[in-house]
């Protein structure tokens, strides 16, 4: 039998999956990504990048404006209607055409595209970056070492079986994931919700379309409740419409009824309409217990599983696995220590529960009033502060001010605390406005006030002395605030700093000068980085 060895193994090419790769290689560390299916995902699935996704993404030079590329849609161009029927009477507008983002929310746009275009730009830089690419590819067991995992996978195609062997496994194989299985990992919450039939057609979309890029229709009927929304192939869209199983199965779903299915949700009982692809699915709400066991981590659906309302459920794959990125690039790097990596559950667990319940929440409101019931009150919070403010707390942050103990925090009213998104403010350098965004990369940065020297001098000396990737900047030195912005939304004082992770979030802030900033900042990264690094 063949073998062979990967620092990181990758299951599943999804977007937990493909992101992993995409960011592991980026930063140099070499991986090998399996998976079962022959390609990936030739259905449109979900829709959408959302900003704080586009923001982890970007950091890829030319990914951004690729993804943009391969939407039809402009970012302006969008609507988001609940109605009775596509073309029938509307309930609500939840986004209009022409609705701008909020000047200081992010520096990117959401991208209106579908997940089998996503897909297929995230595999092209993958592949570009050097990974290993293997389709076709099951994974018959993996056995878990104390200082390695040893897979046996098996090729689809040949049938052959090798052997590889990772010093650590992202498991990103979808929500019935057989290494989540293994494990004995369980899922907790509503394994029910609803049953659906989502049916891929194509017909003459003018009519409901309207000019605009992009729709998305929540369905709320009398006799039936559903979603409508575009494709990026013009003429191509797809219905999600539930149903009884007590009543129907997946049998009574044959052509003709899928016809008048997609002209009953559209309104329009004439339409000409080819079935390109339909199937039915059960719609969860359920979490796993917990996301790693030993050096294998879980990531993306094979965590959490979420009604499709807010399209929250792809972004919170892609920001698991930036988060478990960047943490075994670090450990494998040893530039950190290992206990970074338990570091992954303690912040991603508690936001995949709170997207849950506002994924829920949507469902309900959007769609199904009557049931009330399914809402978890407790855990949710507002959309927007879901979406873009959710908040870490583990050991890798190194928080020593008053915690209010939010889940969240409104992105248009940011912090600055550690645990927290940075702020979007924009800067001048060179000539060229940017965004703090554009700061954050393959290590950690480091900001300081206008009156901050110290902390840059500290901070440099540090990252010569242990050859860590520390950039620094100095607000009216290095960077221009021409509008005044960046203390005041950092929670600085004209002396303090910051100190940014390599995923955008506060790793560490002091609001105003210390006497001793080589030894406070000495302490903070040997908390981010879980390790002790020793006094400057």
């Known amino acids: 039998m063949k073998a062979g060895h990967t620092p990181v193994l990758i299951v599943g090419a999804g977007y937990a999956g493909l992101t992993a790769a995409l960011l592991l290689a980026w930063r140099g560390v070499p991986c090998t990504l399996v998976e079962r299916h022959e390609s990936v995902s030739p259905r449109p699935k979900a829709h959408g990048i959302n900003r704080r996704s586009m923001e982890v993404l970007r950091v890829v030079e030319g990914l951004e404006a690729d993804l943009f590329k391969a939407s039809r849609a402009t970012p302006d161009n969008a609507a988001i209607i609940i109605a009775e029927t596509v073309t029938g009477r509307e309930i609500q507008r939840l986004l209009e055409p022409g609705a701008k983002r909020p000047p200081l929310l992010s520096p990117v746009d959401i991208c209106h595209i579908g997940q089998n275009r996503v897909e297929r730009t995230l595999l092209r830089y993958v ?26 996978l098996r090729d689809g195609v040949s049938r052959e079986e090798y052997a590889l062997t990772a010093d650590y496994v992202v ?20 394994a029910a919700v609803s049953h659906a039939v989502s049916i891929l057609f194509e017909a003459d979309l003018s009519t409901p379309m309207r000019g605009r890029g992009t729709v998305l229709y929540y369905l709320r009927n009398p006799a039936f409740t ?34 008048k299915m997609v002209r009953d949700a559209l309104g329009m009982p004439d339409l000409d309409v ?7 699915w059960t719609m969860t709400a359920l979490v796993a217990e917990k996301m790693s066991e030993g050096r294998i981590f879980l990531a993306g659906d094979a965590v959490h599983v979420m009604p499709p309302v807010g399209g929250l459920a792809g972004q919170t794959a892609i920001q698991d696995a930036a988060d478990i990125a960047w943490k075994l690039a670090f450990v494998l790097r040893r530039r950190a220590g290992t206990g970074l990596l338990e570091t992954y559950e303690a912040e991603r667990l508690p936001v995949a529960h709170t997207t ?12 199904r009033p009557d049931r009330e019931d399914l809402r978890i009150h407790s855990a949710e919070e507002n959309y927007l502060s879901v979406a873009m403010g959710y908040r870490y707390r583990s050991p890798a942050i190194a ?9 969240v925090e409104d992105p248009l009213k940011p912090s600055g605390l550690p645990g927290t998104r940075l702020a979007h403010v924009p800067l001048r350098r060179e000539g060229r406005i940017m965004s703090t965004h554009d700061l954050v990369g393959r290590g950690f940065v ?3 006030a ?18 860590l990737p520390v950039t620094t900047y100095q607000i009216g030195a290095d960077l221009e605030d021409d509008a005044n912005l960046f203390c005041g939304r950092t929670g600085l004082e004209s002396d303090g700093a910051i100190m940014i992770r390599p995923d955008g979030f506060i790793g560490w802030r002091s609001r105003t000068s210390s006497v001793d900033p080589t030894s406070m900042l000495d302490a903070a990264l040997g908390r981010m980085l879980c390790m002790e690094i020793g006094a400057g």
């Open 127 to 152: 592949r570009d970056l050097g990974v290993d690419v293997r389709f076709s590819t099951n994974v018959q067991r993996l056995t878990l070492e104390s200082d390695h995992v040893r897979a046996g």
């Open 171 to 190: 498991a990103a194989d979808g929500a019935s994931s057989s290494i989540r299985s293994a494990l004995g990992i369980d899922m907790v919450g509503d």
């Open 226 to 259: 559903g979603a409508f929304v575009s494709c990026d192939e013009a003429g191509v869209g797809q219905i999600n419409i539930e149903y009884d199983p007590r009543r129907h199965s997946s049998a009574d779903f044959d052509e003709a009824r899928c016809k």
């Open 274 to 280: 080819k079935i390109l692809d339909r199937m039915t």
């Open 356 to 367: 849950v319940a506002c994924q829920i929440k949507n469902y309900v409101e959007r769609l």
């Open 399 to 407: 928080l020593e001010e008053q915690d209010d103990g939010g889940r």
């Open 446 to 448: 480091l900001l300081a």
């Open 450 to 467: 206008p009156e901050g020297r110290q902390w840059i001098d500290a901070a440099d000396a540090i990252a010569r002395r242990l050859s």
